[in-house]
């Protein structure tokens, strides 16, 4: 395990997640605003090939002395993914517009289907957990990363757009908080499965309940309070004050709320290298 692979996936994870929500923003929120989130996806996913070049240069040159990458199958559709992406940013208002959602719906599809076969060589590599179990929390990842980042910018794109109807911020935050949903159910099966699965006949290292209660066992309690509990919390703040037209406030909060998104998901990130458990 190393930096750059936690990097990578946060990054990838981020970077679709904000791709796949653009699909359930409306068209309202104006040109401006889709360019700008469709620039930073791209940005965020260029890092993480960044990343992922580097984690390959560590993984391979100690024990072969020179680095021979061989892209895994779930690079490509995210290749796929980032190419579209950067080509709607470059396009949205100038070219193409009449076909910017087919568009950033392909490059979703591409983005959903490289986490899907991510989970799968996941659980080929480490087979602690179902690759089922495993997607879906990558998934429910992706989507609580993107929904945070989105609804926070489009909160703040009301100082923009002052105009703009208060129930675009309601939708997003709406998913946003479905996506917060999804999660805790997701990383809840996660640990359960872990906890009743492990045979110390089969596996001679220490169990998941060891590891949790050990003083390694910090960085899920952290995970667990900042990436979860802080989250639900926020969101549910987050969607009252959106009920009663307070943008200002719900922006606000959502400016910590994707804060504790972030601090909790690269947790996870190094847990789940740590210790292959996807939470």
């Not at 989105?150 to 709406?174: C, F």
């Not at 908080?177 to 872990?194: D, K, N, P, T």
Request: glycine share 6%; proline share 4%.
């Amino acid at each position: 395990m190393s930096l750059s692979t936690v990097l990578f996936l946060f990054l990838a994870h981020l970077g679709v997640g904000i791709v796949v929500t653009l699909l359930f923003v409306s068209r309202e929120a104006g040109v401006k605003f889709f360019r700008f989130n469709a620039g930073l996806a791209s940005i965020l996913l260029v890092i993480a090939f960044a990343f992922y070049s580097q984690s390959l240069r560590a993984a391979l040159a100690p024990t072969t002395g020179a680095l021979h990458v061989s892209a895994a199958p779930s690079v490509l559709p995210l290749m796929a993914c980032t190419a579209l992406i950067v080509f709607a940013w470059a396009t949205i208002g100038r070219l193409f517009t009449r076909f910017r959602t087919a568009l950033m719906a392909a490059a979703a599809a591409a983005g959903v289907l490289a986490i899907l076969l991510e989970a799968v060589e996941f659980s080929r590599a480490a087979p602690t957990a179902p690759a089922a179990l495993t997607a879906a929390s990558f998934l429910t990842s992706s989507l609580l990363l993107g929904g945070a980042c989105t609804a926070m910018i489009l909160g703040h794109w009301y100082l923009v757009i002052p105009s703009m109807e208060v129930s675009h911020l309601q939708s997003i935050v709406k998913l946003h908080v479905a996506s917060m949903i999804a999660r805790v159910v997701a990383v809840g099966l996660a640990i359960a499965f872990a906890l009743a699965t492990f045979r110390p006949d089969l596996d001679p290292g220490p169990s998941f309940r060891r590891y949790i209660f050990s003083i390694d066992g910090i960085f899920f309690w952290q995970r667990v309070l900042f990436g979860l509990a802080g989250p639900a919390v926020l969101s549910y703040l987050t969607w009252q004050t959106a009920k009663i037209r307070s943008t200002q406030s719900a922006t606000g909060i959502l400016y910590v709320d994707f804060f504790t998104v972030v601090v909790g998901e690269v947790l996870a990130k190094y847990i789940v290298l740590a210790t292959r458990v996807p939470v």
